[in-house]
């Protein structure tokens, strides 16, 4: 058994400035800026969200901008292979952190280990 859910949507930014489109996503939505270096590589800016709403992440990227959905779980493995059952296929893998999918439909998303110190709460419970 396994568990799993939506958490984090990742706005995917193809620019030199992440600190510009956060800003503007900042306004959009209404969330306030929690960081806009969150690993000090300049790739990752967080918005605030509550404890119960995906987080938002701003990716600074090389290919078009696009948005992705992230899918925490607490066995990367099982979800993984969950997934591939229903037709999904792994495109890529960042070891001991996730692995980049890609759904029959064509849309990229990421397998990722918890995000939160909370896993939870709107968990998907997988047997």
């Not at 078009?64 to 969950?82: F, M, N």
């Not at 999904?88 to 939160?116: D, E, I, K, L, Y």
């Amino acid at each position: 058994m396994h568990h799993s859910r939506l958490c984090t949507i990742v706005i995917d930014c193809r620019t030199d400035d992440l600190n510009e489109a956060a800003t503007f996503w900042s306004r959009a939505l209404g969330k306030s800026i929690v960081t806009v270096d969150q690993d000090g590589d300049g790739r990752y800016a967080e918005l605030a969200t509550a404890n119960d709403e995906p987080i938002i992440l701003l990716q600074r990227v090389e290919h078009e901008s696009r948005v992705h959905l992230d899918i925490e779980t607490d066995d990367l493995d099982a979800e993984v292979k969950r997934l591939e059952a229903l037709g999904a296929t792994r495109v890529a893998h960042v070891p001991n952190r996730w692995w980049v999918m890609r759904a029959p439909s064509g849309h990229r998303f990421c397998v990722v280990r918890p995000q939160r110190e909370r896993f939870g709460p709107h968990l998907n419970r997988w047997e």
